[in-house]
């Protein structure tokens, strides 16, 4: 009998299918476990198509299943929308929560008679998952807790919570009140009982050098009940400055040899991730402040994924040809325009960087920090508020594009000019961009040997092998 499978089974959107992708491939990399990775057809396809830092070599450590679900609708998003959620991933979401729990209770009891055990390791979203591992004889899971885990404090240790916000002047942000009411409902409905969920512990996309007061609030909250806090952020690969021009990780993409011409920290990364859309008025204002900024920059302008990615037909590109046919005349030698896919891990990694204006999704704030880019952040929905108040009050590694109370007007070009301009070239720009790279060299040295994050992953494998 093998000794020990574990299962990832990450929520149907790139954020939470990239963190337990990374996740799963650095378990594989360091043997001693088999490694399986389970989610819709689709959703496995666009978790190994977008992984970046990783080569084929490495994906084929994973063993990738495909949790069946009925057919769905994929509508476009709509930038036009009055709120920036993407509530046009519903009924992919409310399709794979009906029919994802099937077909993973049979692939658990397929390998609970291969293994002495199995180890469920599921997105927070996806309590369904814990219940099944439970019905296992040899089953046991942990939650994965995509978001910062100070958002997590404060559900589960309020007091204390508070008393850091306190002493830190922060303003306390919940997602419950950045999300839509429809989806806030389906969290409700998916989220099973305490008593229905018997996770042995969390494991957390954070590490000490970024969120270590909110980390032993936590741990010591759950080690009353006998439950155990791994922090193993980052969990995306630490790249060098130069990796893409090393080894042989995939096609090189095109915007890499156009940064390697540029001055080192000289170059604004503009990217809002993968569900989120501006308004067609915001996307002529950032424009706008992009040219009249003079700075250099890649801006990544795409709209917010669909259900099925690979349903996409390039919406934004027939919706703004005359916007981007006159931007990138007007800024031809001094930015870049993508409207597909990035390689935003070897864009933040490389020397020419010097910071990135970001949605704030924790997958990102932790790629930008742990390369030591400071972040312009511009919230969307959900836990991204929160994010930019830990990053511009508390890390203070960030700065506020526009305040949240003001996130469904349209930012005007000036604001934005404003921010890119403190951030590019003033002195509190670069005690801010010191600050990003202060961070960065702790999380590399809590990824070092002997290193916090080294030592939270050594002692999850070691827990799990037991």
Known sequence: MEPVAVVAVPFPA?????QLL?????????????????????HVRQARARVQGWDDAALRSVRFHDLGISTYVSPPPDPAAGSPFPSHLMPLWEAYTAGAPAPLAALLGKLSASYRRVVVVYDRINDFAAQEAARLHNGEAFVMYCLAVSMLARRIAPQEHQRILRENDLTNISVEDCATEEFVDYIRRT?????????????????????????????????????????????????????????????RHECLDWLDKQPPASVLYVSFGTTSSLRAEQIEEL????????????????????????????????????????????????????????????????DATAAFMSHCGWNSTMESLSHGKPILAWPMHCDQPWDAELLCKYLKAG???????????????????????????????????????ELGDAIRASVAAGGSLRKDLDDFVAYITR
């Open 14 to 18: 790139q954020g939470h299918l990239n």
């Open 22 to 42: 990374h996740l799963s491939l650095q378990l594989a990399s360091r043997g001693g476990v088999d490694v399986h990775y389970a989610a819709p057809a689709a």
């Open 287 to 350: 424009a706008s402040a992009l040219r009249g900024s003079k700075q250099r920059f890649i801006w990544v302008l795409r709209d917010a994924d669909r259900g099925d990615i690979f349903a996409d037909s390039g919406e934004i590109i027939i919706r703004h040809t005359k916007l981007l046919r006159e931007f990138t005349q007007h800024t031809e030698g001094t930015g870049l325009v993508i409207t597909g896919w990035a390689p935003q891990l070897e864009i933040l990694a490389h």
């Open 399 to 437: 700065v506020l594009v526009r305040p949240w109370e003001k996130h469904n007007e349209v930012t005007p070009a000036k604001d934005i000019q404003e921010v890119i301009e403190e951030a590019m070239l003033s002195d509190d720009g670069i005690a801010m961009r010191q600050r990003a790279r």
């Open 191 to 251: 989220r099973a009982t305490k008593e229905m969920s018997p996770a042995r512990g969390i494991l957390t996309n954070t590490c000490r050098a970024l969120e270590g007061e909110f980390v032993d609030v936590v741990a010591g909250q759950l080690a009353a009940d006998g439950k155990k806090v791994f922090a193993v952020g980052p969990l995306n690969p630490l790249l060098h400055a130069n990796a893409s021009k090393q080894g042989e990780q995939r096609q």
